[in-house]
């Protein structure tokens, strides 16, 4: 989401969504076929991998360098950090074995959709990917969005109220993949999942939620993460709908 | 959604999401090619045809004719009216050309996920789609659903809070086909689209909104409706997110 | 191959394959999303399920007992016998259980692509998947086709030799199912498969096999007809590539 | 068809069709999708852009140019020439926008059906589709696989008898891309075309013939080379059907 609020602050809603698409999708993260079967071969949403990969292209920075420093400085307002840092091993193993990235990368080239260098902006990916969060920082970056971008404990406006609330809509019916419907149902609440076991919830205008289980479903979301935030959205009644 | 509610009522959640999931779908609604990709063959969500005709065939009636009763009272309660008629024109016009969805549902039956009688079925869902409703049914059909399932017009309890809640989640994740992720973007609400160019939205705790145009995109969903939803949703500030 | 020699004999080359294509399907020979998938949605071949349905909806008969009554005569005709009978036990069977096909039907129909009374077509195709036929019956058929029409036991021109040869054409590239690549690597003969465990071959200007043995392997094709069909192929040398 | 036959000489069949498969595809050439549908991700053939870079990552030597040059021996016996050279121009070309083969091999990498470095094994790929041959080139290399591997015009035994067999099958089930099935009826003699425009035939045991034509159809096959085969084929009786 760091990457999509960037995006949608620096080159506007139109822009971004001309590229990518806002539709949740019943079909793994990773998957090629998708984006072959349905032209015009544009991702179908901004937070599977292949949306990620072309959120990154977008960025209004020429070289992969300087797109992953306008990430990491947004990801530090959002969280309301000093800096954001990537951990070195993670970002080697996924630089290492992030060959099915490759392949969606190069599809998305093939059919004319990726500007620039594609191992550049795989690097700039492999790196965002390996930036780390602890539970804290997830619960922070989500109250920051779930303010309308205004960073809850540095007073920063991280990125505008328009920006925050597309995110969150976006969390809300694509954040935790093809589990994002059954999520909604359950916890009902906008939430992003990551590849690490960690989970960040918005609940507009009242709180952030961060958590962390390292022990993932078959859809890629935490177990331990899910069973608390339904947990905890049934006892503070924090449903969205 | 008035036989998802009905289900919910009578079946229970565990029964009904054991049939169908809650997967939005970036398909068209009509689609048998995502039935047979992916195993166990079960409608994505309930909101879609195939998922609609799963739901009808599980209601706890033997027969077809008493279904389709229960789904008329179902309809009149949350609309606040006497009784819900069909339109003879209509249903007959829905039997006449609806082979795709007889596709879906011999479909369905081949896979052995279809109980009982499949022209049976499909007859209750013709009716179904043929039940007439104008703009104010659908807004008090809305705002029941917003008032958790208490009907604003005539004070009766017309399906329990909890039946309401999952109904209004279903709708924001799947009540605009696959134009619903677009939809919470840009209006925000849970709202339902129908195929003769209704949409019914409910705005939890606030309202219900009926809209009605006979001009559809090729999604299927009312062009006019979803403008004047977007000019609502934005002066009275709706959304959910 | 019955109704695919009497179409192309009575209706000619090109009627019959613009309705149906000639492509051999890596998919099973029921699927219905290879159908959805590729506009404009006519069946790839006219020996899978959906190819064969269409073939005897093209037959320039208006009843169904008048089409199936030239199947019946076709096929004896090929098989150089006076009548060929269905098996009644399997007719009802396949009446009861054909539901995968009904929904095929279902899907030509709603595209626009068959013409005439779903169920009545069915009931013809199911009949004609009734037809009885022991091995020597198979042989004759792959024998009559082997010699381009000729039946070598009657003598009669059961079939044109133009209409032979392309139905070998096609018996050679999709009449093992999606296990036809392979059988033209193994065995190297056109032969067509029944769901029965029958299997009938024509080596060009030589001869006729046929085999019978229950067991399928996933594909549908007999276990025991592939084993001796290579077998004779590499003793006999007949292969055609 | 020159890396499968060397593939199938240093070897053998079996370890080359348990890396790809010999099903005929009804899909464009280059998908992605069918890949990621049909576990175990296995190249449908070895004729498609996956199955023949997938072949290429099979052939027993270590590094890319001791592949090439093996794959540039086994192309000048079978073509009858000295050596087999690339065009530089078209290798560049390919080399530079290549990306859809690309995307292939990582996927097949990221799977683990591909073994070695994907840029290198795609380098050879790109080589090996710019060996340039005219029309002549193409006929010997016919008439070699025609006449059991046996050169016609150097006679040297080019590769084995059976793996020229092998060799011709797939050619007349899988060697027009899509439209092998249609070539199958029109024409009936095992070709393999060429992204340049070439066709290269192989009439069992009587001769080879070349066709070049600069206008491909939507499948990739030469237009005029199609018309040439069809007339060639009926004048002088060249089917093995």
Known sequence: VVS?????????????FSAVGMAALAD???????????????????LINSGAIMVLSLLPWREGAEKFKAVQEMAARL??????????????????????????????????NLEGDVEEILD??????????NCEDLAVLGATLAADGKNPLTGEQAAPPG??????TIMATCGMYDGSGEFAVSVGIPAKSGVG??????????MGVGAWGPSLDKRGNSVAGLAMMKQLSEE?????Y
């Open 197 to 206: 076991g960690g989970i960040a919830a918005a609940v507009p205008g009242r």
């Open 163 to 168: 920006v925050a609330r597309i995110v969150r």
């Open 4 to 16: 999509l609020a960037l995006a949608l602050d620096t080159l506007g809603e139109e822009k971004v």
């Open 28 to 46: 793994p993260f990773n998957s090629i076929m998708r984006l072959e079967m349905d032209a015009p071969h544009r991702p179908h949403n901004p």
């Open 236 to 240: 503070l009644g924090l449903r969205i």
């Open 124 to 133: 700039v990916y492999f790196r965002q990917c390996s930036l780390t969060a």
């Open 79 to 112: 969280m309301g950090k000093k800096s954001a840092e990537i951990d070195t091993a993670v970002y080697l193993s996924e630089k290492e074995t992030g060959n099915r990235n490759r392949a969606l990368a190069w599809f998305l080239k093939s059919v004319g």
